[in-house]
């Protein structure tokens, strides 16, 4: 139900597939409160939401709601003909204490009223809450996921992932909630984080339930509806996000944008940002009736909440996202205190880091050395012609290959020449694409290097008469041929660029089939998302290369779907 389609680090662009529709993720499900409605459903759709959230537990206590709802479906009672999620009642328990419901009886009523993903009824965990208590309330939660999952029938379950502050318990909620057949893992008990501003500990907690986490599953992240951290969140695994704070925000005057919120008594100047009601100025928006004037701030906090939306799967697209958040974080010291935990968790977000992107990487201050990119090229070539002004010396034959090509950085890279083909810059592009030698063992031999005539640009690498491998001018990278791949299997040991598949599949690998995850019995762990790589069987025959298309430690997290894209098999003779 949820297919992953382009990734930047742990950021995905995804289709959650419902029974009324797809949700293109990452997305926000608008709160909708079916007692007040705020916007029309054409005003939501208009601003760009696929699907909606409302609450079970409001539509079951009130006698008119439920029995529209049980004779019209949750997408009656709305007027709503997409995905519906609706949530169970956990968040009153968490606003008034003790609610009067059982998880069974909620469960049963959201499938009957026809939702697309219903949710369990968990045990809200409070941040003060102590470890003790924490933690028999994650074994409370993890009962109902349980029993909720057995009795799921044809909606999709989500099941929160709580543990309050305590890292080591989210690390568990997430461990056992994945060994459950729950289709989607909201994040709960973090709206007091949000509210607080306390977006270190949010952060925590996303990355240690994420280190739990079955990725191949959405994650939503609940009660997350400002624009400022939806880069963050996405940027940490996030797919799906909820709020009501558009509508809360709006019926106090709160304007939000991805720098913040402002209320309305503030503005002097009407943001370029506000397109709620075109021509309207500020002192007009002021004097307006209270009724009117609410629809609008909240039409106004959507319209932004989705162009952030927009712009982060833009910059997901491009591989841009690093720069996204890190222009988001610098907006408020409490947003800045972020930087911290991600330099802390470096190691572990640089597991997910691609080979490649496919724009050219820029830093936007201080923070951005921290990037593995960063971190791990800076100052690593001894010498170099050409002087980059992120990377310093760097060899001029590396001056179109991935970091160091220019892109926006055109003017700023002391030295940087067009570049003429010969075998020494194919060696240079080898060696730091594949590891020292591998450009001598690629050339050591009769070489030929096909140039086309009218781009003057280098296609293809021969040797012997026999192609190793073609060049990639966009990232300036080879990409590997038969004899290439025959090469680096020959000159190399261990599972050194190896995919190694069991033998079931390898037939169909020779053929050239692609790789799918759960026919890998053991992977090169210092590949790469996106590298070029040797798929092997057990007894490391070549059985054909490729390009692997999602990280080692996603499969480890239990990705599914295909690992390598096979270029081509090789038949044994
Ligand atoms: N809405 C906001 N936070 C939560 C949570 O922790 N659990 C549920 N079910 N809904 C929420």
């Known amino acids: 139900?949820?297919?992953?389609?382009?990734?930047?680090?742990?950021?995905?662009?995804?289709?959650?597939?419902?029974?009324?529709?797809?949700?293109?993720?990452?997305?926000?499900?608008?709160?909708?409160?079916?007692?007040?409605?705020?916007?029309?459903?054409?005003?939501?759709?208009?601003?760009?939401?696929?699907?909606?959230?409302?609450?079970?537990?409001?539509?079951?206590?009130?006698?008119?709601?439920?029995?529209?709802?049980?004779?019209?479906?949750?997408?009656?009672?709305?007027?709503?003909?997409?995905?519906?999620?609706?949530?169970?009642?956990?968040?009153?328990?968490?606003?008034?204490?003790?609610?009067?419901?059982?998880?069974?009886?909620?469960?049963?009523?959201?499938?009957?009223?026809?939702?697309?993903?219903?949710?369990?009824?968990?045990?809200?965990?409070?941040?003060?809450?102590?470890?003790?208590?924490?933690?028999?309330?994650?074994?409370?939660?993890?009962?109902?996921?349980?029993?909720?999952?057995?009795?799921?029938?044809?909606?999709?379950?989500?099941?929160?992932?709580?543990?309050?502050?305590?890292?080591?318990?989210?690390?568990?909620?997430?461990?056992?909630?994945?060994?459950?057949?729950?289709?989607?893992?909201?994040?709960?008990?973090?709206?007091?984080?949000?509210?607080?501003n306390n977006f270190e500990k949010l952060a925590e907690v996303i990355i240690a339930s994420k280190k739990g986490l079955d990725i191949s599953r959405p994650v939503h992240l609940f009660g997350c509806g400002h624009p400022m951290l939806f880069a963050l969140a996405s940027f940490l695994g996030c797919d799906l996000f909820d709020s009501a704070s558009y509508a809360k925000f709006a019926s106090r005057d709160s304007l939000m944008f991805t720098w913040g919120t402002k209320n309305l008594d503030e503005i002097e100047e009407m943001p370029s940002e506000f397109s709620a009601a075109p021509g309207l100025t500020v002192s007009e928006l002021k004097e307006m009736k209270k009724e009117d004037r609410q629809k609008i701030i909240a039409k106004h906090n959507l319209i932004v909440s989705f162009a952030e939306i927009r712009r982060v799967k833009q910059a997901i697209h491009d591989g841009l996202l690093w720069e996204l958040v890190e222009n988001r974080l610098r907006y408020s010291p409490a947003l800045m205190k972020v930087f911290d935990i991600l330099k802390r968790e470096i190691n572990w977000i640089g597991e997910f880091e691609p080979a490649y992107r496919y724009k050219t990487p820029i830093k936007t201050g201080a923070e951005s050395n921290w990037r593995p990119l960063f971190s791990k090229l800076t100052n690593s070539f001894k010498s170099g012609d050409m002087v980059h002004p992120y990377f310093g010396k760097v060899p001029n034959h590396l001056s179109e290959t991935y970091p160091f090509h220019p892109g926006l950085l055109q003017d700023d890279i002391e030295g940087w020449k067009m570049q003429e083909w010969n075998i020494d810059r194919v060696k240079t592009i080898l060696d730091y694409q594949f590891g020292k030698g591998i450009g001598k063992i690629f050339t050591d031999g009769e070489t030929e290097l096909v140039i086309s005539r009218k781009t003057k640009r280098l296609r293809n690498l021969l040797l012997d008469g026999q192609h190793v491998a073609s060049l990639s001018h966009r990232r300036g990278m080879f990409i590997l041929?038969?004899?290439?791949?025959?090469?680096?299997?020959?000159?190399?040991?261990?599972?050194?660029?190896?995919?190694?598949?069991?033998?079931?599949?390898?037939?169909?690998?020779?053929?050239?089939?692609?790789?799918?995850?759960?026919?890998?019995?053991?992977?090169?762990?210092?590949?790469?998302?996106?590298?070029?790589?040797?798929?092997?069987?057990?007894?490391?025959?070549?059985?054909?290369?490729?390009?692997?298309?999602?990280?080692?430690?996603?499969?480890?997290?239990?990705?599914?779907?295909?690992a390598v894209k096979v270029r081509s098999g090789i038949e044994t003779s």
């Open 481 to 562: 041929q038969k004899r290439g791949a025959e090469l680096l299997h020959e000159n190399s040991s261990n599972s050194k660029y190896r995919v190694i598949v069991n033998s079931e599949t390898a037939e169909f690998n020779r053929k050239g089939k692609s790789v799918f995850c759960k026919f890998i019995e053991h992977i090169d762990t210092e590949l790469k998302c996106l590298d070029e790589c040797i798929v092997v069987n057990p007894k490391d025959e070549l059985l054909a290369f490729g390009k692997l298309m999602i990280g080692p430690k996603e499969i480890e997290l239990g990705q599914q779907g295909m």
């Open 1 to 196: 139900m949820f297919e992953i389609n382009k990734r930047d680090g742990l950021a995905r662009l995804g289709k959650v597939k419902t029974q009324h529709g797809i949700l293109d993720t990452p997305t926000l499900l608008p709160v909708v409160n079916p007692k007040i409605l705020t916007l029309s459903m054409d005003e939501l759709k208009e601003c760009g939401a696929q699907g909606l959230i409302t609450n079970s537990y409001i539509i079951y206590k009130n006698i008119e709601l439920k029995e529209v709802a049980e004779e019209k479906g949750v997408h009656g009672l709305l007027n709503w003909d997409g995905p519906v999620m609706t949530d169970s009642g956990t968040f009153q328990s968490h606003v008034y204490g003790e609610i009067d419901m059982q998880p069974d009886e909620i469960l049963n009523f959201q499938k009957k009223i026809g939702v697309d993903i219903g949710t369990v009824l968990d045990v809200f965990c409070e941040p003060e809450t102590r470890f003790e208590e924490a933690k028999k309330e994650l074994e409370e939660t993890q009962k109902r996921i349980e029993e909720s999952d057995k009795n799921k029938d044809s909606i999709l379950l989500a099941a929160p992932i709580q543990g309050g502050r305590h890292l080591d318990l989210r690390l568990k909620a997430a461990q056992m909630a994945s060994k459950t057949g729950a289709d989607i893992f909201p994040i709960g008990g973090v709206v007091p984080l949000m509210e607080r």
